[in-house]
């Protein structure tokens, strides 16, 4: 059954096997895996309980139902927009689809670096793969291609680059653009569909509108945890609800898993919960064309350009390029200009098109709890991500007009548009990155309680089990060491399934 705000109407104690905290691709394959097993689960999730007949397609009305902050978050001191999703499903419900499996330079890195032996090489192969097929994740072709995408495309061959097409795990797909506001045609196979829902039928129990507040701990293990129904309107806290459970485990995102954390006080003896945290920061360009592209139609995201993206330690290629374009709102909050420039370049819209370069990052940002609820993000680029961020503004221009762009717009507040190759190597010389000079936006928080097999380097073992709890196990995409460079969704699943596996082990 799947509970909403409307139905819990009291203070309420519960219990249960196992209570999840976090309902997207982390979370929902846990509270799968042990429904599945008949245990009694409780899934805890902030947001709503959206149907697709809910989403109506107009951004100022579905932005505020999927996104967290109302889709204004952003780090603590505004310089960078961070979007998280929100709902039964979590990230999952307004996500672009993409699916790719972690690198395996970064894989072995990871092996390296943190051993990660209750997780071997061959386990996880074998888990992509059961994960892949569950998700049904195929290649996208040329018939599946936007315009905004067939551009892309056009400019990789162009100029010789490295590109393909990607992966996604989508069916019935109508091709109506509207994935990032949720598919009211119920085409993706997110995590409310391939695992809310075939577990809630196993007896699983969902409080949507409720918030993990606070656990309580007795020696090496977690005894309860309060959680809070919110109003949906007004996001005040209404009911009280204590969860006893044998086992927890937090999906709340590599955002909001520290932050509950450190609200509980966990044991933390060296300090490693919320100390890092990479998001693959993204700076977008436009392009203006003769010919009308409609590029807001059609499936947003089904090619990409690798030629700079290379995962060697020390790269100094670490920008993945892929197409970006929006619908209104979205793309007017990327715009530069004020007014009527501002005003000017919108008269274009119907013939814009958007390359994105999306930051394989090394900057180490951190987050904090705030609050009963919230979060508090720390994060600017280092000197080596700016650079490459001025790389991936500088290639994103030079597919743009190699695509055949009358002129590629770069944000700056200060707008800059080149009409050359040749424009674009002697406007972006001496181009910095500044705070508030050009919009960067993050949507792959992740790394932020890592795994790994030594108490004192890494927060969880390779299970999903915190070091320093015998109950409590994590799921998201905070268990990632390091940024990936790439498209989270399919490892977070993966890890989700593994995680609840090794956890129902001790159930």
Not at 94 to 100: E, V
Not at 173 to 180: A, K, R, T
Request: proline letters at 4%; glycine letters at 10%.
């Amino acid at each position: 059954m799947i509970y909403t705000f409307e139905h819990i109407q009291k203070n309420m104690e519960l219990e249960a096997d196992l209570c999840v905290i976090g309902s997207g691709a982390g979370g929902a394959p846990v509270a799968f895996e042990a429904a599945k097993a008949g245990k009694k689960v409780i899934l805890l999730e902030g947001g709503r309980f959206w149907r697709p007949k809910d989403f109506t397609q107009l951004e100022h009305e579905m932005f505020p139902k999927l996104y967290q902050d109302k889709g204004s978050r952003t780090s603590y001191d505004k310089a960078v927009h961070i979007h998280q999703g929100k709902g039964v499903g979590g990230s999952t419900l307004h996500n672009l689809n993409l699916c790719a499996r972690v690198p395996k330079q970064i894989e072995h890195r990871w092996r390296k670096q943190q051993g990660l032996k209750q997780l071997t090489e061959k386990t996880l192969d074998a888990l992509y793969t059961e994960v892949e097929q569950r998700l049904s994740v195929t290649t996208l072709d040329a018939s599946q291609m936007s315009s905004n995408n067939r551009l892309l495309k056009k400019g990789v061959e162009a100029l010789g680059y490295k590109g393909g097409y990607l992966k996604h795990n989508r069916v019935g797909c109508v091709s109506s653009g509207f994935c990032e506001v949720g598919c009211a045609f119920d085409a993706k196979q997110n995590a409310l569909k391939m695992y809310v829902a075939p577990a809630v039928e196993k007896g699983l129990m969902v409080l949507s509108d409720t918030w993990g507040a606070q656990m309580f701990m007795t020696g090496r293990k977690v005894t309860s945890l309060w959680a809070y129904t919110r109003d949906p309107k007004t996001l005040e806290p209404k009911h009280r609800i204590r969860i006893k459970a044998k086992a927890y485990c937090v999906s709340a995102s590599a955002t909001g898993t520290p932050a509950l954390l450190q609200r509980s006080g966990v044991p933390d003896p060296h300090g490693l919960v919320g100390s890092r945290l990479f998001i693959h920061p993204a700076v977008a360009v436009a392009g203006i064309f003769d010919e009308v592209l409609n590029g807001w139609q059609g499936i947003p995201q089904s090619y990409e350009c690798t030629e700079f993206l290379d995962f060697s330690e020390g790269s100094q290629k670490r920008a993945w390029i892929i197409p970006a374009f929006a619908h209104p709102v979205g793309v007017s909050s990327i715009l530069s200009g004020f007014g009527d420039e501002h005003l000017e370049y919108f008269q274009h819209y119907h013939k814009m098109a958007a390359f994105t370069a999306m930051l394989h990052d090394e900057t180490v940002g951190s987050v904090r709890k705030d609050g009963k609820f919230g979060v508090k993000i720390h994060y600017w680029p280092n000197e080596s991500d700016q650079k490459q961020l001025l790389l991936g503004l500088k290639e994103c221009a030079k597919l743009m007009l190699a695509a055949g762009a009358k002129k590629a717009i770069i944000p700056f507040s200060k707008t800059m548009e080149l009409t050359s190759p040749g424009a674009v190597e002697k406007q972006l010389k001496d181009a910095q990155i500044k705070k508030f000079d050009i919009n960067i936006t993050a949507v792959h928080p992740m790394g932020s309680v890592w795994m790994g097999d030594d108490a004192k380097t890494s927060c969880v073992d390779a299970t999903g089990r915190y070091h320093h709890l015998d109950n409590l196990y994590v799921a998201d995409t905070s268990l990632f060491p390091s940024s990936i460079g790439g498209p989270p969704q399919l490892t977070t699943y993966t890890l989700g399934t593994h995680v609840g596996r090794q956890l129902l082990k001790t159930l």
